[in-house]
């Protein structure tokens, strides 16, 4: 009799669970095709933000939280499908709930799956589900129960959660298990367990009118491209500009090579066909040349760029038809800033933009304001679904030697040359960690020298295997990498130094001695030091 009783209850109980499983499942199956990914661009074309967003009616109009779209001035959604639609309007919004409402574009009329609101009351302990894009992890599903329901200004009632909400869940629907939607996500405290927020269904209907047109939708004297460059990927084409008096480049680079110290500069030189940006029209093989820019036009008065710091800037240029679809953009005959073969027809409609590498350019933006842990944040979810983005573990590297994480620096780097053993700065940039952070000399003559191998013509390596030599105290090898340093550079004051300082443990005073003296020289007799050591020993 017990047996039966024990074997009966297995069965009530596997049977209830498998119900609750099996109702998820088709629920998550009919829902999340109502559920979207929302991108949106600054007026510069740079990616500015991402979450989730969910249609309410069958013609296109969506929800979504307010601060996910309140400065965009494009945006595009993505659905479960994959299909692409521009956002043409905001209708409504409350900025203290934190939600928004607006129309997607529909010139074909099609019926869009929608979520039902529930408007009547839910109770603590009630289960729920969520749907959204965490982190660029589309359609991703999570349970949890309702764990409380709070009055809070602004928000009304605010239903706290046990589903987690990361980023990119913003705007998520948070649904019962009849499928309705009872809250929209909206935050979660940092410093918390379960400590999620969705605000309540009921403030839909009390949102604020505002009819906004986002017209750079539409904007065909607009385009965004972000494309990275393909010799240089820290350079991004971020878009173009058709003025009537102008055209304009926007650009954005970021600086991952430790080869420069703490900054580097960059420019643009103007009114010379050898240097200076041009745009060429493929059809006609007309060339139009930049007039102006935002940066500094020579190395003398270069713009700085530190270390993990994204700059932003433009390259300005006369009026260029139109008609003008299929370009090579170049900076002069031999720089790797170029860009070839662009076909504009691609990116004239944004919402055919490629948000694959979305979460890539939005973390670069973080880097305007030095915000590291959070793009290393995106970055890292970046390369959980694609391990073989060596650009961004090398991008991770630096963000990680920048915040004195010289571990992950090293793993990051390292794997960044497994992925692509041909790229000279990844080892560049993991020679420096060895050398400054652990004083692994070994190591560190060892990626510098497979920096060399991969461009034997960079001067600067050079100099820095010299540097590695003469700690080492092999002062015959730091002789012959100065004297390749120099004939790379030309003569430099300061290498001229260093090679005088090399000799003399070489027993070559004469040869110290002409070195020493074109180098206090070169740097204009300044150097009171060398001044003072080419007295004593020098006659």
């Not at 669970?17 to 099996?22: A, L, P, T, W």
């Not at 809070?152 to 987690?164: L, R, S």
């Not at 047109?213 to 820290?234: G, K, M, P, W």
């Not at 290498?495 to 074109?518: E, F, I, P, Q």
Request: charged residues 25%.
């Amino acid at each position: 009799m017990t047996k039966k009783i024990f074997f009966s209850l297995i069965v009530v109980v596997n049977g209830i669970f498998g119900y609750s499983q099996n109702n998820l499942r088709d629920l998550t199956a009919k829902n999340e095709k109502a559920i979207f990914s929302i991108f949106t661009y600054d007026d510069f074309g740079v990616p500015s933000g991402s979450g989730t967003g969910f249609f309410i009616n069958s013609n296109g109009i969506g929800i979504s939280n307010f601060h996910v779209l309140v400065n965009a001035s494009k945006a595009i959604i993505k659905t479960n499908n994959k299909k692409s639609y521009k956002v043409v309007e905001i209708l409504e919004s409350n900025s203290d709930a934190d939600l928004i409402k607006f129309r997607v574009e529909n010139s074909e009329n099609i019926s869009f799956p929608f979520l039902n609101l529930k408007n009547t009351g839910v109770n603590k302990g009630e289960d729920i589900f969520v749907i959204g894009n965490p982190h660029g992890f589309e359609s991703t599903v999570s349970e949890g129960i309702i764990s409380s329901i709070r009055e809070v200004d602004g928000y009304e009632k605010v239903i706290q959660i046990t589903a987690p909400i990361s980023p990119g869940s913003s705007g998520s629907p948070v649904m019962t298990m009849d499928g309705n939607v009872i809250g929209v996500a909206t935050f979660q405290y940092k410093e918390g367990q379960n400590l999620n927020f969705a605000v309540s269904a009921n403030m839909i209907s009390k949102l604020n009118p505002i009819n906004k047109n986002l017209t750079a939708s539409n904007n065909s004297n607009f385009i965004v491209i972000n494309e990275r460059c393909q010799d240089n990927s820290e350079l991004v084409l971020n878009s173009l500009e058709f003025k009537d008096y102008e055209t304009v480049l926007n650009f954005s680079f970021t600086n991952v090579s430790m080869g420069y110290g703490e900054y580097m500069l960059i420019w643009s030189k103007m009114n010379t066909t050898d240097e200076t940006f041009f745009i060429q029209d493929l059809k006609t093989m007309e060339k139009y040349y930049a007039k102006n820019s935002s940066i500094g036009s020579s190395r003398e008065n270069g713009t700085t760029v530190a270390l993990g710091e994204t700059k932003r800037f433009k390259i300005i240029f006369p009026p260029i038809p139109k008609t003008v679809t299929r370009m090579n953009i170049m900076e002069g005959i031999s720089s790797s800033w170029n860009f070839m073969d662009l076909d504009l027809s691609k990116y004239l409609n944004i919402e055919n933009q490629e948000t694959e590498n979305y979460d890539v350019q939005f973390a670069l933006t973080k880097l305007e304001n030095k915000e590291f842990k959070n793009a290393q944040r995106l970055l890292s979810d970046k390369v959980e679904t694609d391990k073989s983005s060596h650009s961004t573990y090398n991008v991770m590297g630096i963000l990680s030697y920048l915040m004195d994480n010289n571990y992950d620096a090293l793993n990051y780097l390292s794997k960044a040359i497994e992925i692509n053993p041909r790229n000279d700065i990844y080892y560049f940039n993991r020679y420096r960690v060895y050398l400054e952070k652990k004083q692994d000399y070994d190591k560190a003559l060892e990626d510098i020298s497979y920096a060399i191998r991969n461009r034997p013509n960079q001067g600067d390596y050079y100099q820095h295997r010299a540097y590695v030599y003469m700690i080492k105290k092999d002062w015959k090898k730091a002789k012959s990498d100065l004297d390749l340093a120099i004939n790379f550079m030309g003569e430099n004051w300061q290498l001229l130094k260093l090679r005088g300082n090399c000799k003399t443990w070489l027993n070559d005073m004469n040869g110290a001695c002409s070195d020493w003296n074109d180098s206090y020289r070169l740097s204009n007799y300044t150097d009171s030091e060398l001044k003072s050591t080419i007295k004593k020993y020098c006659k």
